[in-house]
Every structure is written in C-alpha cells, then in structure tokens.
C-alpha cells in the first residue's frame, strides 16, 4: 500500500480571461447556454460564486487558488498546455493535473458532482484531500 500525498493546495485553472468584462461575458453565455467555461458553470453563477461551491470549498479544508487562461505562470502554462479547464493540485512535489476538461464538462455545472469526482480521482493519483 503506498502513502498518499496531501494535497496542499487545489489551482482551478478557468477557461476565461481575467477582468469584469470576461466576467460579463461568461455571465450572457450561461444565460443564453451558449458554450462557456465548464468550471466557470460549477463554482459561478449569474450573481457571483455559487453558495454550494462556497460550502464545497470549506468542507474540502484546503486552499483554493483560482487562474484564469491569461493568467498562466511558465510552470502552470507548461502543465496544463491547452487543457482548459482543469484542476491542479499542489503536494510537496509541485503541481500536477487532477481533473481535464472532459471530466469537468461530464460534472453539468454540478457542485456535488464535481466533489465526488475531485475526490474519486485525488484518489486515483494517491492524493489526499482532507476535509
């Protein structure tokens, strides 16, 4: 049996640009269901973060960092390539995917089933999120 790791920190990795205008317009695309940000639909709604991602957040008892596609250091850019969305998370080992984007599309904006899938695959990479 191996020792899982602690996550110390969870990067979720937009597939927006940064800015009130960007926020805006995400906004009209979830209103109108027009293709947006797959992670964008889990944690945000029309009025802001979502109450059910502020309680997710909490109960998963770890930082939580938010980037958006031109906000990308050298490092997060060259693990993340052109997976956006996407999760990170951060051990004492440095960075690495957690979830891609077909896994957060899969979620339908869902906050519970983003959860599950979070901690299914934490799971699956030895990982552990504690909460």
């Known amino acids: 049996m191996t020792d899982k790791k602690a996550v110390r920190?969870?990067?979720l990795v937009f597939d927006a640009e940064s800015g009130k205008l960007s926020a805006l317009v995400?906004?009209?695309?979830?209103?109108?269901r027009l293709n947006g940000c797959a992670?964008?639909?889990?944690t945000h709604g029309l009025a802001g973060e979502k109450d059910s991602w502020q309680d997710c957040r909490t109960e998963l008892g770890v930082t939580v960092d938010y980037?958006?596609?031109?906000e990308l250091s050298g490092q997060i850019q060259q693990i993340v390539g052109d997976q956006l969305p996407c999760v990170l998370a951060e051990t004492k080992?440095?960075?690495?995917?957690l979830l891609a984007p077909?896994?957060?599309?899969?979620?339908?904006?869902s906050v519970d089933d983003f959860k599950g899938r979070l901690l299914t695959h934490a799971a699956m990479h030895d990982l552990e999120i504690s909460g």
């Open 9 to 11: 920190r969870l990067v």
């Open 39 to 42: 992670l964008c639909s889990i």
């Open 67 to 70: 980037l958006h596609s031109d």
């Open 93 to 97: 080992d440095g960075l690495q995917m």
């Open 102 to 109: 077909a896994v957060l599309e899969r979620c339908r904006g």
């Open 26 to 32: 995400d906004s009209a695309r979830k209103l109108f």
